[in-house]
């Protein structure tokens, strides 16, 4: 089956969404044939969709007005590190699933190429969102636009080098050991 093309859509989140939808029952269809992944599907399923709801409920709180910064997360390195239910290979959905997710990731790069993006891709929580699709897609990841001013600023000049002390007499050297002797390691008794 090819991937049918969709019209383009009003906005940017609803069309990641329709996007992402249309992977997560590409997802379903051809995962049951692999025996591997096939304990992924739901999972996946699930991931994708929250991920649209996400995107979703953010494009409205950007309509509405600016954001608040983000709040200083209270990081808890007590609890346990779990290990990640998907593979964290870079495109591994793509070898998994051959063109069709190459063409749904081709249809995500271009929609996140746009210059509308970049409003939404400037926002910490939608590059968080998108960064494990992105990768299992093989998508590079996305990076914040940098200010003008931070671009062009020069680092610092680095100080001169502090000159040795000077010294009246050079170091000693180490006494040579005449040629017939042997090297101290080597000598017996």
């Not at 995962?31 to 409920?57: E, S, Y």
Request: glycine fraction near 4%.
């Amino acid at each position: 089956m090819q991937a049918q093309p969709h019209p383009a859509p009003p906005n940017l989140a609803a069309g990641i969404g329709i996007i992402l939808r249309n992977l997560a029952a590409l997802i379903a269809r051809r995962l049951l044939n692999h025996p591997l992944h096939a304990a992924l599907i739901i999972p996946l399923w699930q991931h994708l969709a929250r991920a649209a709801l996400r995107l979703d409920r953010l494009r409205a709180r950007l309509a509405a007005g600016p954001m608040p910064p983000p709040r200083p997360r209270a990081s808890n390195h007590s609890g346990p590190h779990h290990k990640p239910v998907f593979p964290t290979k870079f495109a591994w959905l793509i070898r998994a699933l051959g063109a069709e997710a190459a063409a749904y990731a081709a249809q995500l790069e271009t929609l996140l190429a746009d210059p509308a993006a970049a409003d939404l891709l400037a926002c910490t929580a939608a590059r968080r969102t998108l960064a494990p699709i992105r990768r299992m897609l093989g998508l590079a990841p996305a990076h914040p636009p940098r200010p003008a001013a931070a671009a062009s600023r020069q680092p610092p000049p680095r100080p001169d080098p502090i000159p040795p002390y000077p010294t009246i007499d050079p170091p000693p050297t180490p006494p040579r050991r005449p040629w017939w002797r042997p090297p101290p390691r080597l000598r017996s008794g």
